[in-house]
Nanobody, 125 residues
Framework: EVQLQASGGGLVQAGGSLRISCAAS????????IGWFRRAPGKEREGVAC????????FLIDSVKGRFIISSDNAKNTVYLQMNSLNADDTAVYYC??????????????????WGPGTLVTVSS
């Protein structure tokens, strides 16, 4: 059974930093891609970043490029999202998802995969 656990959310002031983690179990980690998504109050879910453990490639959406870093620790089956220069627009529940990596896309369709419960990130201005 695939299990994902996001953690590390909290309250941070604007301009501050936070690192959230996604610990995965029940998968062969190196065969998967992990994605980070967020849902802000009153808004649609938004894909933020993904990392392909099979080939090491990663992707970030434009609004977080230069501020967020996605990385993985394969020994711990964990993916991190380091978030710097946070602003109020980053306030959301952050979720991670896992899906088998595919050769034709950096980020697979995570709606076909497994999701964990989210972690709340609140940025105060």
């Amino acid at each position: 059974e695939v299990q994902l656990q996001a953690s590390g959310g909290g309250l941070v002031q604007a301009g501050g930093s936070l690192r959230i983690s996604c610990a995965a179990s029940g998968i062969t980690f190196e065969e998967y891609a992990i994605g980070w998504f967020r849902r802000a109050p009153g808004k649609e879910r938004e894909g933020v970043a993904c990392i392909n453990m099979k080939d090491g490639r990663s992707f970030l959406i434009d609004s977080v490029k230069g501020r967020f870093i996605i990385s993985s620790d394969n020994a711990k089956n964990t993916v991190y999202l380091q978030m710097n220069s946070l602003n109020a627009d980053d306030t959301a529940v952050y979720y991670c998802a896992a899906e088998k990596a595919i050769p034709t896309a950096l980020c697979p369709d995570f709606d076909l995969g497994s999701w964990g419960p989210g972690t709340l990130v609140t940025v105060s201005s």
